[in-house]
Nanobody, 122 residues
Framework: VQLVESGGGSVQPGGSLILSCVAS????????MGWFRQIPDKEREGVAG???????SYADSVKGRFTISQDNAKNTIDLTMNSLKPDDTAMYFC??????????????????WGQGTQVTVS
């Protein structure tokens, strides 16, 4: 499966953005999907994950502010980000895992990655 992210940009604190990830080559229903983020010199961290049955998981730092969703017809997953903070500034990556049998926000459990989209909050 190939993944392409879009929707990043610059926004003021308190603002909102919606990131989208389009999958091709396979259907997302066969994978656990997730959003991750990374800043320079830091490890990549999990932000949100979603299973084919719609179950979701979020990092504590984004609970109540971010929402992950999937559209099987369009083969996309979105990350709706509200109440953005400067600490949310990072490169955001979409990922898919064919290995998982349950939700995970651990980057090493995902085996397909997009190239990322930059989010800057300032």
């Amino acid at each position: 499966v190939q993944l392409v992210e879009s929707g990043g940009g610059s926004v003021q604190p308190g603002g909102s953005l919606i990131l989208s990830c389009v999958a091709s080559g396979d259907t997302i229903g066969r994978y656990c999907m997730g959003w991750f983020r990374q800043i320079p010199d830091k490890e990549r961290e999990g932000v949100a994950g979603i299973e084919s049955d719609g179950s979701t998981s979020y990092a504590d730092s984004v609970k109540g502010r971010f929402t992950i969703s999937q559209d099987n017809a369009k083969n996309t997953i979105d990350l709706t980000m509200n109440s953005l903070k400067p600490d949310d500034t990072a490169m955001y990556f979409c990922a898919a895992s064919s290995r998982l049998t349950g939700l995970s926000l651990t980057p090493g459990t995902y085996n397909y990655w997009g190239q990322g989209t930059q989010v800057t909050v300032s």
